[in-house]
């Protein structure tokens, strides 16, 4: 199975739009606005994820401004 390319920030939050505004749609069913919710849930744990590994690479700024990338498992 092909992996998914994980997307940029922006691409999800502007997917995520794309879900609040289906689910703000007049006459959307329960099933359709139960698989939109999950979607936008599982879109913010993304952009959750996303924003918690900029914050601690911002965290991690060195004394002279310079940032140290940080591992995966960190």
């Not at 794309?18 to 993304?46: C, D, H, N, P, W």
């Not at 959750?48 to 498992?73: C, F, H, I, S, Y």
Request: charged letters at 40%.
């Amino acid at each position: 199975m092909d992996e998914k390319k994980e997307l940029t920030l922006e691409e999800n939050f502007k997917e995520l739009q794309e879900t609040v505004s289906l689910l703000e749609r007049e006459g959307i069913t329960l099933e359709e606005a139960f698989q939109a919710y999950s979607k936008g849930m599982e879109l913010l744990k993304v952009c959750n994820e996303q924003v918690d590994r900029v914050e601690k690479q911002v965290l991690k700024l060195q004394a002279d401004g310079t940032t140290t990338p940080l591992k995966a498992e960190e």
